[in-house]
């Protein structure tokens, strides 16, 4: 046997060899299972594509219409050559998943990005009982430990209010999938003076067709010039002479992310200001969620993965730092 009584950890990231499919891909393969529509985790020319039903539409935006592609809901699973597989909500974005396979009565669950704080938009995240547990490790060090959402969500109103009062609109650069509907979401119970970027509202409307609740907003465009420092603006990215900005005489920029939680990268910012907000699993949560799922085996992937597998193997886990192997560009199964 393998490291893995499932996965082979390959060039093209991870397989599933008895199934033939592999999960979320760096390179162009047959069959792909799909945890979210995030680039690093979903690209562009694979022949069959497997996700959520709430990431299908997304994907279809992302990588084109005419992709073939099927999907489930949470919970129902599907028989791919004796593997049985299925999804279970990672918390992440809406529609994001946690891979579950089974088979001959080995579980083995493949994390995706997670968080566990429940942003009352995405479906919660559900720990599930496994054998092997392949986990994200974007902010695995004790410096990342989140602050209650709520307490983000009144600073940035605070600082829109603020903004208002001196006569500024509030602009926030945040990612278009995910972060910013999750804001969208967070902010309208405070005003509906709310607009973003074209890049994002095409998610929005991606989502709102499969009944997800983003809330309609106006258009840059439509919003009066004499009333633009009322308003929260989300955008991508902020370019100075951006044509739409010629509508905001005054403005503020901020940052959302949870790499805002060091002072090194705060410092780094170009922006105005800076909330920690992330939609990822931070330290505790992490750790919480390995010791839940019971896992024998724990692989670290996507982030500091060294250093938060060195800590599980210390804990007396079997850990492995999956990065590396992956990017050894061979097999190590048997």
Partial sequence: MGLSSLLEFTEHGIYVPRGDFYIDPNKKVKHAVITHAHSDHAISGHQNYLCTHL???????????KIKIQSLDYAESLNINGVKVSFHPAGHIPGSAQVRLEYK???????????????????PFEIIKCHEYVTESTFALPVYQWQKQDIIYKEIYDWWQYNQSQ???????????????RLIHAMHQYSSNISCHSSIEATNQSYRSIDVPIPTLIDIMDIPKRDAH???ILTPTIISQAYWMQNFPGFEIAEASGWMATKNRRHKSSSNRQFTLSDHADWNALNTTINATGAEKVFVTHGFCFEFSEYLKEKGIQAY??????????SIAD
Wanted: aromatic share 6%; hydrophobic share 35%; no cysteine.
């Fill in 55 to 65: 990431s299908k539409p997304i994907l279809k935006l992302r990588l084109g219409s």
């Fill in 105 to 123: 009565g080995n579980i083995v669950v493949i994390s995706g990005d997670y968080k566990l704080e429940n942003d009352g938009l995405a479906d």
């Fill in 167 to 181: 006569k500024k609109a509030s602009i926030i650069n945040s990612y278009p999938l995910g972060k910013s509907q």
């Fill in 230 to 232: 009322k308003y929260l």
């Fill in 321 to 330: 730092n999956l990065d590396s192997i992956l990017k050894s560009n061979k």
